[in-house]
């Protein structure tokens, strides 16, 4: 090594020491505010800030109250809840539970009362409809229970092995008051032993899910660590191939939660699956600087040189990869959806960090280490080369067959991406053996359903509010409407409370509980706002008078059934409401959900296509040619369109997970395109033929892409271990993807490259030379 050379390195190693202390400085300020990162899971987070429907929903909330702050209570006993010493232990629970900070009402048939009036008395008789104390006048009283549909719907199972307890709490309650919520129940409830007992609400969703994310994200930290030792450790078969990677990939991680600390941007529920994504954006960019580092050494290079040609040769391709990915996710930003907006901002910071790392902290390793033993091994005497060589041999012989094939995949991938279907369920991103899920799917059974209904009612008409009878009539025929045709069981509004007012005035018939004639309406209405102090009132028409609401859980039917039952509600509006008196608006969390999520993979779409775009001038700067991008593109749009054959074929439906999944996959997948054009430009910039350009490019890019898929594979199955569905799918499509696309980029690729290129096209003027090379 001359003196230059060594005055070179030495220099090089300065260099090196000073960036490696500002790495780690920087590195310990971001492990600190790493430990401080929060975990939110908030489902209202999905609705759009800017869309005029969540707009109206708050202020309809502002009237009344919210419609998802409660927690259903199954408490059960075989063979029938008609049991003396049960109804005991009920009512002391109840009562227990109203004492409760946090709780503002708890309703339960252990404590309600029904109201009469006879023909004997002006008075309003009041008595319980069950005698707890009373076993013997059990059978009458359940008789009378199931003859009132509003309450046996709502409170008693339909076996009548089980009763609802319904707690209202109080609203916007934090992950820590709901953990203290549950705490409060649960030990109520191991105190009354009840034989059987479940409950679901938003405080229980929350808990449940933030306590999952922090879980597997952990478990996802550690399964990708454990990976990539395993990965590296078999393709570098030396020490200093894995702890070189392994801290590249550590530190990439690191910034990026430690960033999220430092800005105060909790995990939710789709970043969770950041740190799997940066683990293969970072050891991707690793791979390939580090598979050429070796290349140079192999090929007798000093330390210092093949730094250098390593960085010179693949660093702008890996500038360029990172720029795409980053670019990709950046579409996410286009979605008006907080978590999304928040998946796609930091995901692409990630990707240009690791970038920074294997700009600065890497090349700073190699320079500062001693080559591996590895590096001492010939180019041809490894094991990529023994499978690459004869693979390139076969790809040239059947080129012909190969492009044929690859079109009629294309085709068949096109006729199964239209069989894709999108709907959405409250509780998709569970598992069908999930037990949170099992019991959501319980009280769709048994009860009424926990699915918020929500219907805004507001009196057009100048001079007229609820209370006038015409009003009352075109509610009532809504009502009716719901009740026979939405498939709710029980719809609770004004005319909910009229029709009870009415069975009440009529000694408690059964036949009575119906909407009153126009003189019975305003009588009831008079004495309820007269003489009622419970506020039930006031829980559906709000102090003006011109605003109500109509409102009820149902089962969680999915995105399409709700939407064609939306379809005919609105027909029926049309048709049979004189809405020139009164409107009927669908709100609630539970319509805002079903909205942004039709909207959402539509504007993924669009995101997508944006993607493609700003990828395609990205490649164009790089090509300087039309054509060169087209050829580029294709095999990375083949894998998108052979992925939806996979959703349109296997009958999974388009959701919020994998819908992302095409972003995502596109951002990662164009990188090793990138990276075989970048080589193979290279090579023909040297004089090379086409056919001796592609071998080389083949032989050495080649073994890294087959590499670093091979590592993005396993990361992403790593998701695999989620109890979260949409992670689930998240992981086995993007995997999908990924090996699809390799395929395309090494035998698609190459076809497509040899049968259209053209030297002029792609050359940089005046770099070819005129001798010819032989294969």
Same mark, same amino acid.
């Given at each position: 090594?001359?003196?230059?050379?060594?005055?070179?390195?030495?220099?090089?190693?300065?260099?090196?020491?000073?960036?490696?202390?500002?790495?780690?400085?920087?590195?310990?300020?971001?492990?600190?505010?790493?430990?401080?990162?929060?975990?939110?899971?908030?489902?209202?987070?999905?609705?759009?800030?800017?869309?005029?429907?969540?707009?109206?929903?708050?202020?309809?909330?502002?009237?009344?109250?919210?419609?998802?702050?409660?927690?259903?209570?199954?408490?059960?006993?075989?063979?029938?809840?008609?049991?003396? %010493?049960?109804?005991?232990?009920?009512?002391?629970?109840?009562?227990?539970?109203?004492?409760?900070?946090?709780?503002?009402?708890?309703?339960?048939?252990?404590?309600?009362?029904?109201?009469?009036?006879?023909?004997?008395?002006?008075?309003?008789?009041?008595?319980?409809?069950?005698?707890?104390?009373?076993?013997?006048?059990?059978?009458?009283?359940?008789?009378?229970?199931?003859?009132?549909?509003?309450?046996?719907?709502?409170?008693?199972?339909?076996?009548?092995?089980?009763?609802?307890?319904?707690?209202?709490?109080?609203?916007?309650?934090?992950?820590?008051?709901?953990?203290?919520?549950?705490?409060?129940?649960?030990?109520?409830?191991?105190?009354?032993?009840?034989?059987?007992?479940?409950?679901?609400?938003?405080?229980?969703?929350?808990?449940?899910?933030?306590?999952?994310?922090?879980?597997?994200?952990?478990?996802?930290?550690?399964?990708?660590?454990?990976?990539?030792?395993?990965?590296?450790?078999?393709?570098?078969?030396?020490?200093?191939?894995?702890?070189?990677?392994?801290?590249?990939?550590?530190?990439?991680?690191?910034?990026?939660?430690?960033?999220?600390?430092?800005? #105060?941007?909790?995990?939710?529920?789709?970043?969770?699956?950041?740190?799997?994504?940066?683990?293969?954006?970072?050891?991707?960019?690793?791979?390939?600087?580090?598979?050429? !580092?070796?290349?140079?050494?192999?090929? *007798?290079?000093?330390?210092?040189?093949?730094?250098?040609?390593?960085?010179?040769? @693949?660093?702008?391709?890996?500038?360029?990869?990172?720029?795409?990915?980053?670019?990709?996710?950046?579409?996410?930003?286009?979605?008006?959806?907080?978590?999304?907006?928040?998946?796609?901002?930091?995901?692409?910071?990630?990707?240009?960090?690791?970038?920074?790392?294997?700009?600065?902290?890497?090349?700073?390793?190699?320079?500062?280490?001693?080559?591996?033993?590895?590096?001492?091994?010939?180019?041809?005497?490894?094991?990529?080369?023994?499978?690459?060589?004869?693979?390139?041999?076969?790809?040239?012989?059947?080129?012909?067959?190969?492009?044929?094939?690859?079109?009629?995949?294309?085709?068949?991938?096109?006729?199964?991406?239209?069989?894709?279907?999108?709907?959405?369920?409250?509780?998709?991103?569970?598992?069908?053996?999930?037990?949170?899920?099992?019991?959501?799917?319980?009280?769709?059974?048994?009860?009424?359903?926990?699915?918020?209904?929500?219907?805004?009612?507001?009196?057009?008409?100048?001079?007229?509010?609820? !209370?006038?009878?015409?009003?009352?009539?075109?509610? #009532?025929?809504?009502?009716?409407?719901?009740?026979?045709?939405?498939?709710?069981?029980?719809?609770?509004?004004?005319?909910? =409370?009229?029709?009870?007012?009415?069975?009440?005035?009529?000694?408690?018939?059964?036949?009575?509980?119906?909407?009153?004639?126009?003189?019975?309406?305003?009588?009831?209405?008079?004495?309820?706002?007269?003489?009622?102090?419970?506020?039930?009132?006031?829980?559906?028409?709000?102090?003006?008078?011109?605003?109500?609401?109509?409102?009820?859980?149902?089962? %969680?039917?999915?995105?399409?059934?709700?939407?064609?039952?939306?379809?005919?509600?609105?027909?029926?509006?049309?048709?049979?409401? #004189?809405?020139?008196?009164?409107?009927?608006?669908?709100? *609630?969390?539970?319509?805002?959900?079903?909205?942004?999520?039709?909207?959402?993979?539509?504007?993924?779409?669009?995101?997508?296509?944006?993607?493609?775009?700003?990828?395609?001038?990205?490649?164009?700067?790089?090509?300087?040619?039309?054509?060169?991008?087209?050829?580029?593109?294709?095999?990375? @749009?083949?894998?998108?369109?052979?992925?939806?054959?996979?959703?349109?074929?296997?009958? @999974?439906?388009?959701?919020?997970?994998?819908?992302?999944?095409?972003?995502?996959?596109?951002?990662?997948?164009? %990188?090793?395109? =990138?990276?075989?054009?970048?080589?193979?430009?290279?090579?023909?910039?040297?004089?090379?033929?086409?056919?001796?350009?592609?071998?080389?490019?083949?032989?050495?890019?080649?073994?890294?892409?087959?590499?670093?898929?091979?590592?993005?594979?396993?990361?992403?199955?790593?998701?695999?271990?989620?109890?979260?569905?949409?992670?689930?799918?998240?992981?086995?499509?993007?995997?999908?993807?990924?090996?699809?696309?390799?395929?395309?980029?090494?035998?698609?690729?190459?076809?497509?490259?040899?049968?259209?290129?053209?030297?002029?096209?792609?050359?940089?003027?005046?770099?070819?030379?005129?001798?010819?090379?032989?294969?």
């Amino acid at each position: 090594m001359t003196k230059i050379h060594l005055k070179r390195l030495g220099d090089l190693k300065k260099i090196a020491i000073i960036t490696l202390i500002c790495v780690l400085v920087l590195s310990g300020l971001f492990a600190v505010k790493a430990l401080q990162v929060g975990w939110d899971y908030n489902f209202e987070a999905f609705f759009s800030k800017h869309d005029p429907e969540t707009e109206f929903f708050e202020k309809h909330r502002r009237r009344f109250t919210t419609d998802n702050d409660f927690v259903f209570i199954s408490l059960g006993h075989e063979p029938s809840i008609f049991d003396h %010493d049960f109804l005991v232990r009920v009512r002391g629970f109840v009562e227990e539970l109203e004492q409760d900070s946090l709780v503002e009402s708890v309703q339960s048939i252990t404590h309600m009362k029904e109201y009469v009036k006879t023909p004997f008395s002006a008075a309003v008789l009041s008595r319980p409809y069950l005698n707890i104390d009373e076993p013997e006048n059990y059978e009458k009283d359940s008789a009378r229970i199931f003859a009132h549909p509003e309450i046996a719907s709502a409170f008693v199972s339909k076996d009548a092995t089980a009763l609802l307890v319904n707690v209202r709490h109080r609203q916007y309650l934090s992950k820590s008051k709901c953990d203290l919520l549950v705490e409060s129940i649960d030990k109520l409830l191991a105190k009354y032993e009840f034989q059987d007992h479940k409950y679901a609400g938003r405080s229980i969703g929350m808990g449940y899910y933030v306590d999952q994310m922090f879980d597997e994200t952990l478990l996802f930290i550690g399964l990708s660590m454990v990976l990539v030792l395993i990965f590296l450790a078999l393709t570098f078969r030396s020490v200093w191939g894995v702890w070189v990677p392994l801290i590249i990939v550590g530190m990439s991680m690191l910034w990026i939660v430690g960033l999220m600390g430092l800005v #105060n941007q909790p995990i939710n529920l789709i970043l969770t699956t950041l740190p799997s994504i940066i683990f293969v954006v970072a050891m991707s960019d690793v791979m390939h600087l580090v598979s050429k !580092y070796l290349e140079e050494l192999r090929a *007798g290079k000093s330390k210092y040189d093949a730094v250098k040609v390593a960085y010179r040769e @693949v660093g702008r391709a890996t500038l360029l990869t990172s720029l795409t990915t980053a670019v990709g996710f950046s579409t996410l930003l286009m979605i008006d959806m907080e978590p999304v907006k928040d998946f796609g901002m930091y995901t692409a910071i990630g990707v240009m960090l690791a970038f920074i790392l294997a700009y600065t902290l890497l090349p700073s390793l190699l320079v500062l280490t001693k080559a591996p033993k590895i590096s001492q091994k010939s180019n041809t005497k490894t094991i990529w080369y023994r499978v690459l060589h004869p693979s390139f041999r076969w790809l040239l012989k059947n080129r012909k067959s190969v492009m044929v094939g690859f079109i009629l995949l294309m085709l068949l991938s096109i006729f199964g991406s239209t069989q894709v279907v999108a709907d959405y369920y409250l509780l998709e991103d569970l598992k069908k053996g999930n037990e949170l899920r099992k019991t959501y799917e319980y009280f769709d059974k048994e009860f009424m359903g926990l699915r918020p209904f929500e219907m805004a009612v507001e009196v057009k008409q100048e001079g007229k509010t609820i !209370y006038d009878y015409e009003v009352l009539k075109e509610m #009532n025929k809504v009502d009716q409407y719901l009740q026979e045709h939405y498939d709710i069981e029980n719809v609770f509004s004004i005319i909910s =409370i009229l029709k009870v007012a009415n069975r009440t005035n009529h000694g408690g018939q059964r036949k009575y509980y119906k909407f009153p004639t126009e003189k019975e309406a305003e009588q009831y209405i008079e004495r309820i706002q007269k003489f009622d102090r419970s506020g039930q009132l006031e829980a559906f028409v709000d102090s003006t008078g011109k605003h109500a609401r109509i409102t009820s859980t149902i089962g %969680d039917r999915g995105m399409i059934k709700i939407n064609k039952l939306n379809e005919d509600l609105f027909e029926f509006l049309d048709k049979e409401v #004189n809405t020139d008196l009164v409107s009927f608006k669908l709100t *609630g969390t539970g319509h805002l959900l079903d909205r942004n999520m039709s909207s959402l993979s539509r504007n993924l779409f669009m995101g997508l296509g944006l993607a493609v775009g700003i990828v395609s001038l990205l490649m164009g700067l790089l090509f300087r040619s039309l054509k060169m991008v087209l050829i580029a593109l294709i095999p990375n @749009v083949l894998p998108l369109v052979m992925l939806g054959a996979i959703l349109g074929f296997s009958g @999974v439906e388009l959701k919020v997970s994998t819908a992302l999944v095409f972003t995502i996959s596109f951002g990662i997948a164009v %990188d090793d395109t =990138i990276h075989f054009m970048s080589k193979l430009k290279l090579e023909l910039n040297k004089g090379k033929s086409l056919m001796y350009a592609m071998r080389r490019t083949f032989l050495s890019t080649g073994r890294a892409i087959v590499l670093t898929t091979l590592i993005l594979i396993g990361g992403f199955l790593m998701l695999l271990f989620s109890d979260f569905l949409g992670t689930f799918y998240i992981g086995l499509l993007i995997s999908c993807t990924l090996i699809f696309a390799l395929i395309a980029d090494m035998f698609f690729l190459p076809v497509l490259l040899i049968a259209f290129y053209k030297p002029k096209e792609f050359l940089k003027k005046g770099k070819r030379k005129t001798t010819n090379q032989s294969e």
